[in-house]
């Protein structure tokens, strides 16, 4: 079973970026799609975007087009997510999440495994 | 953009079967997959493509579907199933949960 190992907790002013990373340890990391999913204090599961490796393709919920960023580096197995222009509701709980099986269909972003979970403050 | 509608409580005794729904449009044309949350935990797939089982959860979770519904059966509900559910599926490149369920068996 694949792990996925999440960076530290985040502390952020409003207006500002952050930048959490998911190292997978396991093999084909290219061919499995990795989405990222937050949950802000006592509510509930939001798909906020992901992407697939092999194809250097990157899909976002409508909610965040425009300021978040999702991309892969093959080279160390590690998916980013980096989220700009912060407010005090962003703070969550922020997962990453990859699927077990190869990717087939591109936008179909299932997922089995999930990373620890690393949560993101903002506050002034 | 899709919604997927699940009813927020659901309770039960421990020993009967709990049933949660979720409903939205996109679920004729893609899977549903469910999750189970327990409080500082991060989610468990419960029921994936619908209605099958991953290895390693008990066989009182089961799934089915019919048109626009989906529905997570837990047949004889410990305590220890006590959590919250969310479905989940895709549609247009991205995905899409319910908004939960909290199951409460007492």
């Known amino acids: 079973q694949v792990q996925l190992v999440q960076s530290g907790s985040e502390v952020k002013k409003p207006g500002s970026s952050v930048k959490v990373s998911c190292k997978s340890s396991?093999?084909?990391?290219?061919?499995?799609?990795i989405s990222w999913v937050r949950q802000a204090p006592g509510q509930g599961l939001e798909w906020m975007g992901g992407t697939v490796p092999i194809f250097g393709a990157s899909h976002y919920a409508p909610k965040f087009q425009g300021r978040l960023i999702i991309i892969a580096d093959e080279s160390t197995n590690t998916a980013y997510m980096e989220l700009s222009s912060l407010t005090s509701d962003d703070t969550a709980v922020y997962y990453c999440?990859?699927?077990?099986?190869?990717?087939?269909?591109?936008?179909?972003?299932?997922?089995?495994?999930w990373g620890q979970g690393t949560l993101v403050t903002v506050s002034s | 953009s899709y919604e997927l509608t699940q009813p927020s409580s659901v309770s039960v005794s421990p020993g009967q079967t709990a049933r949660i729904t979720c409903s939205g449009d996109?679920?004729?044309?893609?899977?549903a997959r469910w999750f189970q949350q327990k409080p500082g935990q991060a989610p468990v797939v419960v029921i994936y493509k619908d209605s099958e089982r991953p290895s390693g959860i008990p066989e009182r979770f089961s799934g089915s579907s019919s048109g626009t519904t989906v529905t997570l059966t837990i047949s004889g509900a410990q305590v220890e199933d006590e959590a919250d559910y969310y479905c989940y599926s895709v549609a247009d490149s991205y995905g899409v949960f319910g908004g939960g369920t909290r199951l409460t068996v007492l």
């Open positions: 999440a990859r699927d077990r099986n190869l990717v087939t269909t591109i936008g179909d972003y299932y997922f089995d495994d």
């Open positions: 996109v679920l004729p044309k893609k899977y």
């Open positions: 396991g093999d084909s990391f290219s061919r499995h799609t």
